[in-house]
């Protein structure tokens, strides 16, 4: 059996540091776009094991001639996938895919007037659109819709998903429970006992999977999982809270002497917004409290402290979302498929690191 490719092999082939490698391969960190793609082509080369799928088609070979008609990937989604978003690097890998096949990506934003009467977006053309990529969008009604136009919809995370209710349609996902368990089991080493969760369940299939997973390695682990510990909504006063009125409900629900030890959050920027609550309160992260959060953000590093948290493999998401789209596109009737990547825990300051 061939020895396990490693970072440092990889390094030693390119004479390059491991650090280097390491930066590329988890897309952390600053690096010349041509040193980026050296390395990441050298790690597929060399079969390491996260970037054997680095592309899904050749890119020697001849460049396939586009569909004679349908040939547009839709990006559908209901907000800005800025640059601090998982998804910027994705959808990257993503469109370079998809032009290797000979399909090209447009992106629609759908604003509210269009949810609320589940209405396309202007810019979209049917005769154009082979398939459906739909990128945050949790409202269930307007996901339903897109599922009955008769075109291949892949959901990269979803609205909630929980028995009864399911979309015709693929689904991929980042892997949320493994690492929440493995993290929760650590703080407990560390005598952390009392661990509280942050974030709203119900907003997308994602949070709710990572909201389960804190309850099940609670209940797993023998901690008390209470439910003042748990902040799982939002205001419901106003229709769509932003980041200062959610900071606004968190102010109120953490005004209390009472509180847990370590706050795990839905994401990173639900963390962010925790840990300016806290500091207007005179709490400390991480002397008075322990904070983590998840997504592992360009944010997440530079933030005093640094945030503890999952690290999301946007490379890999993007590859699956251009297998499971292209396949169900060739394969209509396949069966409907759901999808988790792995991701990585990440220990820094906010949990004393």
């Given at each position: 059996m061939?020895?396990r490719?490693?970072?440092?092999?990889?390094?030693?082939?390119?004479?390059?540091?491991?650090?280097?490698?390491s930066?590329?391969?988890?897309?952390?960190?600053?690096?010349?776009?041509?040193t980026?793609?050296r390395?990441?082509?050298?790690?597929?080369?060399?079969?390491y094991?996260?970037?054997s799928?680095?592309?899904f088609?050749?890119?020697?070979?001849s460049?396939?001639?586009?569909?004679m008609?349908k040939?547009?990937?839709?990006?559908i989604?209901t907000?800005?996938?800025g640059?601090s978003?998982?998804?910027?690097?994705?959808?990257?890998?993503f469109?370079?895919?998809?032009s290797?096949l000979?399909?090209?990506?447009?992106?629609?934003?759908?604003?509210?007037?269009e949810?609320?009467?589940?209405q396309?977006?202007?810019?979209y053309n049917?005769?154009?659109t082979?398939?459906?990529?739909?990128?945050?969008?949790?409202?269930?009604?307007?996901?339903?819709m897109l599922?009955?136009?008769?075109?291949?919809?892949?959901f990269?995370d979803?609205?909630?998903?929980?028995?009864?209710?399911?979309?015709?349609?693929?689904?991929?996902?980042?892997?949320?429970?493994?690492?929440?368990?493995?993290?929760?089991?650590?703080l407990?080493?560390?005598?952390?006992?009392?661990?509280?969760?942050i974030?709203?369940c119900?907003?997308?299939?994602?949070?709710?999977?990572?909201?389960?997973?804190y309850?099940?390695?609670?209940?797993?682990?023998?901690?008390?999982c209470?439910?003042?510990?748990?902040?799982i909504?939002?205001?419901?006063?106003?229709?769509?809270?932003?980041?200062?009125?959610y900071?606004?409900?968190?102010?109120?629900?953490?005004?209390?002497?009472?509180?847990?030890e370590?706050?795990?959050?839905?994401?990173?920027?639900?963390?962010?917004?925790?840990?300016?609550?806290?500091?207007?309160?005179?709490?400390?992260?991480?002397?008075?409290i322990?904070?983590c959060?998840?997504?592992?953000?360009?944010?997440?590093?530079?933030?005093?402290p640094?945030?503890?948290t999952?690290?999301?493999?946007?490379q890999i998401m993007?590859?699956?979302?251009?297998?499971l789209?292209m396949s169900?596109?060739k394969?209509?009737?396949?069966?409907?498929?759901?999808?988790?990547?792995?991701?990585s825990?990440i220990?820094r300051?906010?949990t004393g690191?």
């Open positions: 061939a020895e490719v490693t970072i440092q092999d990889i390094a030693d082939a390119l004479g390059v540091s491991r650090n280097t490698v930066k590329a391969i988890n897309n952390t960190g600053l690096l010349a776009d041509a980026r793609e390395i990441l082509q050298k790690a597929a080369d060399m079969g094991k996260q970037f799928y680095l592309s088609t050749n890119p020697k070979s460049r396939p001639e586009p569909p008609e040939n547009d990937i839709a990006l989604s907000g800005f996938i640059s978003h998982f998804a910027s690097t994705m959808l990257d890998k469109q370079r895919e998809i290797l000979g399909y090209s990506l447009s992106m629609h934003q759908v604003c509210e007037d949810l609320e009467e589940l396309l977006p202007l810019s049917k005769e154009k082979a398939g459906f990529l739909c990128l945050e969008m949790f409202h269930r009604d307007y996901a339903s599922c009955g136009l008769g075109i291949p919809v892949l990269v979803s609205p909630v998903i929980v028995p009864g209710i399911s979309f015709k349609a693929d689904c991929l996902y980042m892997e949320n429970q493994n690492n929440i368990f493995a993290l929760i089991r650590e407990a080493k560390r005598g952390k006992k009392r661990i509280g969760f974030g709203e119900m907003h997308c299939h994602s949070f709710f999977e990572r909201y389960m997973a309850r099940n390695a609670m209940h797993l682990l023998g901690l008390p209470l439910e003042q510990d748990c902040i909504s939002n205001r419901t006063d106003i229709k769509n809270p932003q980041s200062h009125d900071q606004e409900y968190l102010a109120k629900c953490l005004n209390r002497d009472d509180m847990p370590v706050f795990l959050c839905a994401n990173d920027f639900v963390a962010l917004d925790t840990l300016k609550v806290l500091r207007d309160m005179g709490v400390s992260v991480p002397d008075d322990w904070l959060g998840f997504d592992d953000s360009p944010e997440s590093k530079v933030v005093t640094a945030l503890t999952i690290h999301i493999h946007s993007g590859f699956s979302a251009v297998h789209l169900r596109m394969q209509p009737s396949l069966n409907f498929r759901t999808m988790h990547t792995e991701t825990l220990y300051e906010s690191d």
